[in-house]
């Protein structure tokens, strides 16, 4: 398979996460999207890596990988928060910073 | 036979985005994206990304998912419209997803990389092997690993100042 085909299918995945993210109101699902951007970046780094033959973009994915732990850690810690205070779970009604 | 493996990666992957954005309900949610994320591992695999793929299926399939489906499971099944009523984000939002993708694949296609229309150079054993990435990891990139340690201890204690309960809070 021609690496060109791996990075459509990144650009595929990032384009229906950043839709998703568009789209979506729960917080939850809008980190899933977040997810679903940082696996296609994932994805191209992988198939540069492979097509110069390099590892060193797979160290890359990896530093993406802990990075999106961190990410949803924290993401889901404001989550629980958020339910925690009976705040409602729509980013719509959450628009501004103090709660 | 590589195709084909390919093609089935690929529609596990896509099946499991858009199953993600789709469901109405999050757990539900949650569970495709671990479709996706299995499939995406099996790609990686196909990219000799074998560490790569494992730490995929390890940690992100396993214990990040096992935190989403907690949290989904704790504040409950929010149904939620999937379409809001702002006006026109119904069809402005999928439009730009749309002319993202467009964009994206111009770039991919237009470049001048001539390496990316083959498969990629011959590599030898060991590529993406552990003792491969863990050799760089901890020579070339040892500050990066470093970095992302303290990145995951903010991280952890961020976590837990943000989730513990206040005095008086009712739990």
């Not at chain 2, 001539?114 to 500050?143: C, R, Y």
Request: hydrophobic share 60%.
């Amino acid at each position: 398979m021609d690496i060109t085909w791996y990075l459509v299918l990144s650009a595929l995945l990032f384009a229906i996460g950043a839709g998703g993210v568009l789209i979506r109101r729960s917080p939850l699902v809008i980190l899933l999207c977040l997810e679903l951007m940082l696996n296609a970046g994932n994805l191209a780094l992988l198939a540069f890596a492979r097509a110069n033959g390099d590892q060193e973009g797979q160290i890359f994915a990896l530093v993406v990988m802990v990075v999106a732990a961190c990410e949803v850690v924290v993401g889901l810690g404001l989550i629980v928060a958020m339910f925690r205070r009976k705040l409602p779970l729509n980013v719509d009604d959450m628009r501004e910073l103090r709660g | 036979m590589e195709e084909v493996a390919f093609f089935i990666g690929a529609i596990g992957a896509l099946g499991g985005a858009i199953a993600v954005i789709a469901l109405r309900n999050p757990f539900y949610s949650v569970l495709a994206l671990v479709v996706h994320l299995v499939a995406l591992a099996g790609l990686f695999l196909m990219l000799h990304a074998e560490f790569v793929a494992a730490a995929q299926i390890v940690v992100y399939a396993g214990a990040v998912m096992v935190l989403y489906v907690f949290v989904a499971a704790y504040v409950g099944g929010v149904e939620e419209p999937i379409w809001e009523p702002i006006p026109g984000q119904r069809f402005l939002a999928p439009l730009l997803a749309i002319a993202l993708f467009v964009e994206l694949s111009i770039a991919i296609l237009g470049t001048a990389l001539t390496s990316l229309e083959s498969e990629g150079p011959v590599i030898q054993d060991g590529f993406g092997a552990p003792a491969a990435i863990g050799e760089l990891m901890l020579e070339k990139f040892l500050i990066v690993f470093e970095a992302s340690s303290l990145l995951l201890l903010v991280a952890a204690v961020g976590a837990i100042v943000l989730a513990a309960r206040r005095q008086g809070e009712p739990g």
